[in-house]
């Protein structure tokens, strides 16, 4: 296994955030807590919570914010064994980012607060 490849696990502390800079096709995997992702040029605000997992699919900078602390598994280029996209993740991708800013606003605030 090459060093690329070697996953590597991050850990946020409450409303700390970290950046991934170009970082497409990097699987990251929360096992505890909760963050919130953003990436730069990109509509769609994701939350995972543990167990969800999701695998960067664009150009762009990605940041990762953990409201209340949050432990990460980033996994670069083809994760080593798949792992679970959790509901959050899946919801985000089937709604699109028209209708998660619109659920956004009628849940009456920001979906990255875990």
Do not use: K, N
């Not at 070697?6 to 946020?12: D, G, S």
């Not at 280029?77 to 998660?100: K, T, Y």
């Amino acid at each position: 296994m090459t060093e690329h490849s070697t996953p590597r696990q991050v850990r946020l502390e409450g409303h700390a955030s970290t950046v991934l800079p170009e970082s497409v096709g990097t699987l990251v995997a929360c096992t505890s807590g909760c963050v919130w992702l953003t990436r730069y040029g990109d509509p769609r605000d994701l939350v995972l919570h543990a167990g969800d997992s999701f695998r960067i699919d664009g150009p762009g900078t990605v940041v990762m914010t953990a409201h209340h602390g949050a432990v990460l598994q980033i996994f670069p280029g083809e994760a080593p064994r798949p792992v679970r996209l959790g509901f959050g993740a899946r919801l985000a991708r089937l709604i699109g980012p028209r209708w998660h800013s619109a659920a956004r606003r009628l849940a009456g605030g920001s979906m990255h607060e875990c």
